[in-house]
């Protein structure tokens, strides 16, 4: 059975801290991507990567980046957390379009 | 760009009645077609999807039809469940790149 993981499902960190979320996949995939979704606004991409090291933004990149050391994990990391990033995160996978999802971090910034 | 519109929620019904959620899209080329579907707390997983012209996807008694005329592919069930109650998602993928509309919320009371 396919699997996306995330290391954590719900977090709470403090305003300026430094935040890391991971993601891993099984499925060997190339692409992964990171959506934050909030409500009435759906899911807005913040950034994707289509090979090892590399990446793109996504629609919602500033206050985060991204890294991707190997082919199964792709982490976000939000530099100095703010409050107006509280909101679910969801990680995904793909192959042949179809997007396979993590259960999502619920992140909440005091 | 791309896009999806997809129709603003909540649909309430009440249990076996009939299902429509329409949704339509803009691309260019021949995207291909998916509905998800995300159950309270959890993250989206696959309905169904179609790849080409006049396909139908179908799964758990859900269907859809991909209309090229019509850029639509409307989700469709004969008769709800209590636990159809979940936000569904309509997406279209053109490349590696997914556009996802902004989920509709089914409330289904028994």
């Known amino acids: 059975d396919v699997k996306v993981t995330q290391s954590s499902r719900y977090l709470v960190k403090r305003t300026g801290e430094k935040v890391f979320l991971e993601c891993v996949q099984d499925m060997d995939h190339e692409n992964m991507f990171w959506y934050r979704q909030d409500p009435g606004l759906g899911l807005r991409l913040i950034y994707f990567?289509?090979?090892?090291?590399?990446?793109e933004k996504g629609d919602i990149p500033e206050g985060y980046s991204v890294s991707r050391e190997k082919k199964e994990r792709f982490s976000l990391i939000l530099e100095s957390a703010s409050t107006n990033q509280t909101s679910m995160y969801l990680c995904?996978?793909?192959?042949?379009?179809?997007?396979?999802f993590g259960p999502g971090t619920r992140l909440t910034v005091l | 760009g791309n896009s999806v519109t997809q129709m603003e929620g909540p649909v309430t019904l009440s249990e076996e009645a009939f299902l429509t959620i329409n949704c339509t899209y803009t691309a260019t080329g021949y995207p291909s077609l998916f509905w998800y579907v995300q159950y309270p707390g959890e993250g989206l997983q696959l309905l169904l999807k179609?790849?080409?012209?006049?396909d139908k996807g179908s799964n758990k008694g859900f269907e859809a039809t991909y209309r090229k005329e019509t850029t639509s592919f409307h989700l469709e069930k004969g008769s709800v469940q209590v636990s159809d109650s979940a936000v569904y998602f309509c997406a279209l993928s053109r490349s590696y790149i997914p556009t996802f509309g902004r989920g509709t919320s089914l409330i289904v009371h028994p």
């Open positions: 990567s289509y090979d090892v090291k590399m990446k």
């Open positions: 995904a996978s793909s192959f042949r379009g179809e997007q396979f």
């Open positions: 179609a790849t080409k012209a006049d």
